[in-house]
T-cell receptor, first 113, second 114 residues
Framework: AQSVTQLGSHVSVSEGALVLLRCNYS??????LFWYVQYPNQGLQLLLK??????LVKGINGFEAEFKKSETSFHLTKPSAHMSDAAEYFC???????????FGPGTSLSVIP | DSGVTQTPKHLITATGQRVTLRCSPR?????VYWYQQSLDQGLQFLIQ???????AKGNILERFSAQQFPDLHSELNLSSLELGDSALYFC?????????????FGQGTRLTVV
C-alpha cells in the first residue's frame, strides 16, 4: 500500500535561509510524486510534480524537489526563504494516473524575519 | 483559480442533520475525489469517482455517501451529523492521464456541526 511520511510537522527557518522539507514514500511501483502548498483558509495548490524523466523537478515560487528512487525520497527545497512561503506543505503520491492521491501529514513552515 | 468549484463555502448545521456538498470538476476531468481535512487527522481520502463509477474508497463513514452525475459533477452527502464531523471537505479533480496525473483542488467547504 502507498504511504507518505514527512519528517517534522513544524519547520522554522530564517528569511533568506535554505528551506528543506523532507518526504519519504512507499510504493510498489514507480510512483507519481507531488508537493502541494496550502495557505490559511485556502485549498491545496500544486507546487511541482514528478512523473518520469529528469529526477530534479522545478516548480513554482522557486521550489524544487529531487526524486531519489534508492532512498524513496522526494525532498522539497528552496535556496532562500521568503516570508510569503509560510504555509502548510503536503507531499503526495499516487501509483497510476487513475489512482487516489495519498497525502502525507503535512509540514507547517514558519519563516522568521 | 484551479477550476474546481465547491459549494457552499461554509455550512453550519446541528447534530443529527443531513447536508449535501457539491463539486463541479474542471472541464474535461473525469475523476473526482473527496477529502476530509481536520486538525487531528490531517488530509484523509474519502472516495473517488471516475466517469460516474465509484473507483476507490478510503476512510469514509457509512453515514457518508457520494455520487457522480452524468455531467460529472459530484455530491457528498453527510447524514446523522456528529460534532466530530466538523472539518474542511475538499473536492479535487484530475484528467486521469499519465502526462497530467496531478489533482486540482477546490477551495473547500467548511462544515461546522453545533
Amino acid at each position: 500500500a502507498q504511504s507518505v511520511t514527512q519528517l517534522g510537522s513544524h519547520v522554522s527557518v530564517s528569511e533568506g535561509a535554505l528551506v528543506l522539507l523532507r518526504c519519504n514514500y512507499s510504493s510498489s511501483v514507480p510512483p507519481y510524486l507531488f508537493w502541494y502548498v496550502q495557505y490559511p483558509n485556502q485549498g491545496l495548490q500544486l507546487l511541482l510534480k514528478y512523473t518520469t524523466g529528469a529526477t530534479l523537478v522545478k516548480g513554482i515560487n522557486g521550489f524544487e524537489a529531487e526524486f531519489k528512487k534508492s532512498e524513496t525520497s522526494f525532498h522539497l527545497t528552496k535556496p532562500s526563504a521568503h516570508m510569503s512561503d509560510a504555509a502548510e506543505y503536503f507531499c503526495a503520491v499516487r501509483e497510476t494516473s487513475y489512482d487516489k492521491v495519498i497525502f502525507g501529514p503535512g509540514t507547517s513552515l514558519s519563516v522568521i524575519p | 483559480d484551479s477550476g474546481v468549484t465547491q459549494t457552499p463555502k461554509h455550512l453550519i448545521t446541528a447534530t443529527g442533520q443531513r447536508v449535501t456538498l457539491r463539486c463541479s470538476p474542471r472541464s474535461g476531468d473525469l475523476s473526482v475525489y473527496w477529502y476530509q481535512q481536520s486538525l487531528d487527522q490531517g488530509l484523509q481520502f474519502l472516495i473517488q469517482y471516475y466517469n460516474g463509477e465509484e473507483r476507490a474508497k478510503g476512510n469514509i463513514l457509512e453515514r457518508f455517501s457520494a455520487q457522480q452525475f452524468p455531467d460529472l459533477h459530484s455530491e457528498l452527502n453527510l447524514s446523522s451529523l456528529e460534532l466530530g464531523d466538523s472539518a474542511l471537505y475538499f473536492c479535487a479533480s484530475s484528467p486521469g492521464t499519465g502526462a497530467n496525473p496531478e489533482a486540482f483542488f477546490g477551495q473547500g467547504t467548511r462544515l461546522t456541526v453545533v
